[in-house]
Structure formats: structure tokens, C-alpha cells
């Protein structure tokens, strides 16, 4: 998997391309963190290049989630692809984890 992000005006965009899945998952909660160590906390993860995600990938989306809350931010998800919202809608995890259309609108209205 392959991570970079991006701060924005309100947000810090983490892109994250490839696979989602027991090996990468601790890669993405590290990075995540460090995100939220250099200081930000408001975090979009975008989800266009990643095409799968197992229920590993899924812990870790819950780990940077809270890790973001803990810092006084919050974790948003956007671009989510078929495979991965069929996971977050069987885990019933879509109502935790909104997904949004566009980096750009899941702090739009903040």
C-alpha cells in the first residue's frame, strides 16, 4: 500500500493506494498517527485506489478513527470503492464511518 498526504486548509488528506488488508493495515495506522502527531487531527482518508479491504484494514480504519477523536479531531472517509463499502455496510461500520463523494466534502460543511 502505498500512503501520502497532504494538509489542506481545515484538513489533512491521506491518499491511500492498493490493497487494505492484514499487511498494510499497520502501515496505515503508523501513518496515521504520525499525521495526527505533526498535528493534525481533521483527516480525510481517501479510499479511490483502494480496491479491497479485509476485516484487518477495517480495525485499522477504526484505530486511525479513534486516534483522530483522541487528538480532538475526527477521521472521515471518502471515495470509497464497491468492495470496501460492501465491508463497511456487512460490519454496519458505514454508520461510524461515513463515506463522502470527495475529500472536498467530507469537511465541506465544517
Keep these: 500500500m502505498e500512503l501520502s498526504y ?3 486548509d481545515s484538513y489533512a488528506e491521506i491518499r491511500a493506494a492498493g490493497r487494505l488488508n492484514m499487511v498494510s493495515a499497520p502501515k496505515l495506522r503508523d501513518f496515521v498517527a504520525d499525521v495526527v502527531a505533526s498535528g493534525s487531527s ?3 482518508l481517501n479510499l479511490a ?3 479491497f479491504m ?3 484494514g477495517l480495525g485499522a480504519l477504526i ?3 479513534k486516534a483522530a477523536r483522541q487528538a480532538g479531531g475526527d477521521l472521515r472517509i471518502a471515495a ?3 468492495q470496501v463499502k460492501m465491508v463497511l ?3 454496519s461500520m458505514d454508520r461510524v464511518l461515513t463515506s463522502y463523494a470527495s475529500a472536498d466534502e467530507a ?3 465544517d
Design 6 to 8: 497532504e494538509v489542506k
Design 42 to 44: 481533521r483527516i480525510v
Design 49 to 51: 485506489d483502494t480496491a
Design 54 to 56: 479485509d476485516s484487518s
Design 63 to 65: 484505530g486511525c478513527l
Design 80 to 82: 470509497v470503492q464497491p
Design 89 to 91: 455496510e456487512l460490519t
Design 107 to 109: 469537511f465541506g460543511d
